[in-house]
């Protein structure tokens, strides 16, 4: 009766690498692919513009001035705020304060580097640049900043026609930039993102009184015709800075 071995063949080929998913574990590794990549202009000497990053969710340029506990002399040397975006308009969650002179610019960089602002670690760094180029945020926003609102959370079939009805009681305009527009599909391309639009208002005021009188309000959808039960819908929307 022949004998059978019991040693196990051990395969001496390499295994399969895919070359998609090796990119992608590539570019994960690599902190300058990551859209909250730290600022290539770090500056280590101090200037008149601090990046502030990891800020949370809706923070505005108020919140910078008046939420961070500043001194009164510091809030008022600061000229302008920027908030940061990437190419397909999503929130950096950073912002670049500047402000009139490098003293008080250092004095805030002090004060908020490590400082727990709603349950998050901010990180404040020196840099070169006011702002940033973007294309996509100047094409989309141009010289309109404060006065544009991303509104968003509507069903699919909303057009954009609708949301100008919706909201016609307020001031919106239609200059360089459609005042109802759909927005960037948020991905990698620059496609329709449905239920979402970009809102032109004709001032700063009346932008954020249709986010404070939108913000978290319900959207019925109208589905009688169908058959189909009645879905309710959570909007948001946020200032574009």
């Not at 490098?102 to 805030?108: G, L, V, W, Y």
């Not at 840099?127 to 006065?147: A, E, H, Q």
């Amino acid at each position: 009766m022949p004998q059978i071995s019991t040693r196990l063949a051990i395969s001496t080929d390499k295994p399969k690498i895919d070359p998609v998913q090796h990119r992608r574990e590539v570019r994960r590794a690599d902190p300058t692919h990551s859209r909250r990549s730290i600022a290539q202009d770090i500056s280590t000497t101090p200037t008149k513009v601090v990046r502030v990053s990891n800020l949370p969710p809706g923070t505005t340029a108020t919140d910078i001035r008046h939420s961070l506990g500043l001194t009164d002399h510091i809030a008022t040397e600061i000229s302008a705020v920027h908030f940061e975006f990437d190419f397909n308009l999503r929130a950096l969650h950073s912002c670049r304060v500047e402000f009139f002179n490098i003293t008080s610019a250092s004095e805030f960089a002090l004060h908020a580097s490590k400082k727990l602002f709603a349950g998050r670690k901010l990180q404040a760094v020196f840099v070169t640049r006011k702002i940033v180029p973007n294309p996509t945020r100047d094409k989309y926003i141009g010289n309109s900043l404060g006065r544009v609102v991303f509104l968003y959370g509507y069903p699919q079939h909303v057009h954009k026609h609708q949301v100008w009805d919706y909201y016609r009681s307020y001031d919106l305009v239609d200059t360089t930039l459609p005042g109802v527009q759909q927005a960037p599909q948020i991905g990698e391309t620059f496609l329709v993102r449905r239920g979402a639009f970009l809102l032109h208002f004709a001032t700063e005021a009346e932008a954020r009184r249709f986010v404070r009188d939108v913000y978290g309000s319900t959207y019925i959808s109208k589905t009688e015709d169908s058959g189909q039960p009645k879905q309710e819908y959570t909007l948001k929307a946020r200032i574009l800075q």
